[in-house]
């Protein structure tokens, strides 16, 4: 099974936390969630390491997206989400149906843990701010 982050396990041995919860499903889980939030609310540019790194600046603002944006912006998020979340495979990504005159954005990313059969499923939306949101 895939486990925890580097730093994450550096915070838990600083807190002494036993060697049993950090393998929990749950904590994992927890972990996934929480860095895909921190991949998708990162821009595009914002590292010197990596150009690609980083979400293009349409998906925060939530501006001019229309159904016809979906399946380039579906591709980017799998293309993004695979390359950088290392501990999920056969990533995908569905769009939930916008109400009429809304301009809320949200979707689903649906994975399995790499190496596993278990399934992840992430629920999605981009609030009005611009920030993405990411619950288990």
């Known amino acids: 099974m895939p486990g925890l982050r580097l730093f994450e396990r550096m915070s838990a041995v600083c807190r002494k936390e036993d060697r049993q919860s950090l393998q929990s499903g749950e904590r994992l889980l927890q972990s996934i969630c929480d860095y895909v939030s921190r991949l998708l609310n ?6 010197l390491l990596d150009p690609r790194f980083g979400m293009p600046d349409f998906i925060h603002s939530n501006a001019g997206f229309s159904p016809d944006d979906e399946p380039a912006l579906r591709q980017q998020l799998v293309d993004f989400i695979s390359r950088y979340e290392p501990r999920l495979q056969d990533v995908r990504v569905s769009f939930a149906p916008r109400e009429a005159g809304r301009a809320a954005l949200a979707f689903s990313i649906t994975a399995r843990l790499k190496g596993e059969n278990e399934g992840v499923h992430l629920y999605s939306n981009v609030t009005p701010e611009g920030k993405i949101r990411v619950r288990l």
Not at 42 to 47: C, D, F, Q
């Open 42 to 47: 990162s821009r595009e540019g914002s590292t």
